[in-house]
């Protein structure tokens, strides 16, 4: 279940909560908005039953206030969506920093490394094998991969705001990916066969470049 398909069934974008380090949680305050005079927790609940019938939807838990919390069993479908439709419209993507001083306090460098090394990841899998077919999503369980996959969970209700703040965004899902790209290898080792969470983490990187591509501008190298 990803950010698109949960506004279809709530009329509005949810936005991660929490961490995701242990398990992927999107909230939503859609049931005040729907109250009509009715008690928000009264129509938060009627929300969440017809919620829990879909595939995908792990549990909706509903607090005192109505707020909807959506915990979702597959949080690798937000990358897989994102590859396969592009993101969202991006009206005014953010102008990116300079790329010199090439160091780590740069956001413009920061964000150039990260695109350039999504597009390595591209290269190397081509090299060694990794199948661009056969993505499973439920693969992409690590939390630095989970990290990753919370930010470009944002997209739509970023989209969605008034302020949603691309350059930033740009620098976290930056830094998030370089934490994914060092801690958890996408392309085998040594002479290890290629397996699922290969062409997973190739799929999370395509849509990590897809994504910061979209959101600032100039265009991005794809080496350094």
Known sequence: MTPDQLAELLGAPPAPWGSWESEAVYGSPVAFRAASGRPPREVAEEIAE???EHHGIKAVTVRPDGFLLITVTAPGEVAGEIVRKGPPEIREPAALAPDFPRTWDNPGFVVRYAYARAAAVRRWARDLGVPEEGFRPEALDDPHDRAVLRLLAELPSRTASRDPAWG??????????????????????????????????????????????AVVTPALPERL
Not at 191 to 211: G, I, N, Q, W
């Open 168 to 213: 930033a965004y740009a620098g976290q899902l930056a830094l998030a990916y370089h934490d994914a790209h060092e801690h958890c290898p996408a392309v085998p080792w040594g002479d290890r066969p290629a397996s699922d969470v290969h062409t997973a983490r190739l799929r999370l990187a395509t849509a990590v470049r897809t994504v910061l591509a």
């Open 50 to 52: 017809r919620l829990r």
